[in-house]
């Protein structure tokens, strides 16, 4: 495995940090929700982040029961912590530390996201993918790699990196989409260290740091805030220094531009496109026909 240097000739600036915001989902489950839906169309292709991060059990016992999604594709990043999915494609996966679950909805996936631990920490992130128009009826799709399955490398500056997605300094991440282009890495950097990464500049693209905070374009991101990074037409890619020992996702993606229609777990193109999705999953066909496919 080659790992190549990254050299940021003009870094992208911080146009905004968001703090997020606590929300419960699921059950019951208590939520930093970063990436809302007023952010959607300015971090087109990414639908919503969700960091959770609990050593409280009451916080998540009660987890995703069976729900549905349609139109977009979701990934959810471990970090610690046990839990089962199981879908209406017949897919099943125990989600572990450093783990990954990419799913993509398609034309409809019932699935439950259910936690296999009563006590400890849990912690870990769901990024909401959108799917052009073109395949937002496809097939479901599901993989999911073990912590040690997703590639990782160490860069001369001591930066420890995970590609879950894309590609940094050389090295193929665990998935690859053509039409979005998603970079997902989880970067982990020493005190005192900087990491470079190449970014297509019409590419929109956050980062988040989940321990300690981080530096970028002379702006300080404070623990668990999302920095929107500006589009500048002239940068190259993005350069994150850490003064204290940090860990953070960086996420990028190319953006589709088409008309963005949600209803809860349906994300279309079209308020018509929703109406049949809830008609769908009332008649029960969504996620039928994936069944034994
Ligand atoms: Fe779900």
Redo the contacts with the bound molecule.
């Keep these: 495995m080659t790992v190549t240097t990254e050299n940021i000739t003009q870094p992208r600036s911080v146009e905004r940090v968001i703090a997020g915001q606590a929300v419960m989902d ?1 059950a019951g489950v208590r939520i930093n929700r970063v990436l809302t839906q007023s952010l959607q169309r300015r971090l087109d292709p990414f639908l919503m982040l969700d960091n959770f991060g609990s050593e409280e059990a009451n916080d998540y016992i009660a987890g ?1 029961p069976d ?3 349609r139109g977009f594709e ?1 990934v ?1 990043y471990m970090l610690t912590g046990r839990m089962r999915h199981r879908d209406s494609a017949g897919n099943e996966g125990l989600l572990e530390n450093g783990g990954v679950q990419w ?1 993509t ?1 398609g034309r409809g ?1 019932i ?3 259910m936690p296999e631990q009563d006590a400890g920490l849990m912690e870990g992130f ?1 990024l909401w993918l959108n799917l052009p128009a073109k395949d937002k009826l496809m097939k479901p799709w599901y993989k999911d790699f073990k912590g040690g399955d997703v590639p990782s490398f160490t860069t001369d500056a001591g930066a420890t990196v995970h590609v879950i997605a894309g590609s940094s300094h050389g090295v193929a991440g665990a998935v690859q989409r053509d039409v979005t282009e998603p970079l997902y890495l989880d970067v982990e950097l020493p005190a005192g260290a900087t990491f470079g990464q190449l970014l297509p500049a019409g590419h929109n693209a956050f980062l988040y740091p989940y321990r300690g905070s981080v530096t970028v374009a002379g702006k300080a991101v404070a623990e668990r805030s999302m920095a929107i990074l500006a589009n500048d037409a002239a940068a190259d890619g993005i350069a994150v220094q850490a003064q204290e020992a940090a860990k953070f996702i960086l996420v990028a993606g190319k953006p589709l531009n088409e008309p963005i229609a949600q209803y809860g ?1 349906f994300v279309m193109n079209t308020q018509q496109e929703l109406q049949q999705a809830v008609e769908d999953f009332r008649a029960g066909r969504l996620g039928e026909e994936a069944h034994g496919a």
């Design positions: 699921g995703f729900h549905p999604h979701t959810t799913m909805a996936v699935h439950s996201e769901q777990p």
